[in-house]
């Protein structure tokens, strides 16, 4: 049950774009579009960003996408700004035995 | 506005049993698609998930926790309780509760409360 694979960190200026992958198997990311992200902020709960690979929830910026390729799901953040700067995670449904399994997490730093 | 909040002990030595309660407000659990989670996170580790319970009283478990872990829930009081039993140190963390989508399949957690921190010492 492993987790996925996150890189550790990501940095940006502001007003660039990054890019968080989350590398998963063929038994979970690769096998369901349902690939959800979470911002949290430091001492803070996580916040759903995007759900069903690429959808977003009513009130998160437009400057978050999501996309999915074979078993790599990534998350883009456009515009970058300095709240932007927290740590990522990825998570996906992996089947009934799994069920769900997390990614190792991201922190993104605003330069 | 849908809120929820952990409760339970601060601290538990080792070997004994763990119960936090999730109380919730502003949806139902007797709604169909609708479910309760928890998630816990060790201090500057990841997110991993533990338990979900659905409105149709299924009930999921981590794998490798699966024999320490059960979820409950009390549609009446609006909560859903996790044990878990043998508690070791390694188990020191935040644990969160969230609200859990199922339409087609398990989806997102949206939204999460607040957690609370559960230190494992004797």
């Known amino acids: 049950q492993s987790a996925l694979t996150q890189p550790a960190s990501v940095s940006g200026s502001p007003g660039q774009s990054i890019t968080i992958s989350c590398t998963g198997t063929?038994?979970?990311?690769?096998?369901?579009?349902?690939v959800s992200w979470y911002q949290q902020h430091p001492g803070k709960a996580p916040k759903l960003m995007i759900y069903?690979?690429?959808k977003r929830p009513s009130g998160v910026s437009d400057r978050f996408s999501g996309s999915k390729s074979a078993n790599t799901a990534s998350l883009t953040i456009s515009g970058l700004q300095a709240e932007d700067e927290a740590d990522y995670y990825c998570?996906?449904?992996?089947?009934?035995?799994?069920?769900?399994?997390f990614g190792t997490g991201t922190k993104v730093t605003v330069l | 506005q849908i809120t929820l909040k952990e409760s339970g002990p601060t601290v538990v030595k080792p070997t004994q049993t763990l119960t936090l309660t999730c109380t919730f407000s502003?949806?139902?659990?007797?709604?169909?698609?609708?479910?309760v989670a928890w998630i816990r996170q060790p201090p500057g580790k990841a997110l991993e998930w533990l338990a979900v319970?659905?409105?149709?009283?299924?009930?999921r478990y981590r794998p490798f926790l699966k024999h320490r872990l059960t979820i409950t829930k009390d549609t009446s009081k609006n909560q859903v309780v996790l044990i878990m039993t043998d508690m070791d140190p390694v188990d020191t963390a935040t644990y969160y509760c969230?609200?859990?989508?199922?339409?087609?399949?398990?989806?997102?957690?949206?939204?999460w409360g607040q957690g609370t921190l559960v230190t494992v010492s004797s």
């Open positions: 069903e690979v690429s």
């Open positions: 502003g949806f139902s659990l007797d709604t169909s698609g609708v479910g």
């Open positions: 998570c996906s449904y992996a089947g009934r035995s799994t069920f769900y399994v």
């Open positions: 319970i659905y409105w149709n009283h299924d009930k």
């Open positions: 063929s038994s979970d990311v690769g096998s369901y579009n349902f």
């Open positions: 969230a609200r859990n989508d199922f339409g087609v399949l398990p989806n997102w957690f949206d939204p």
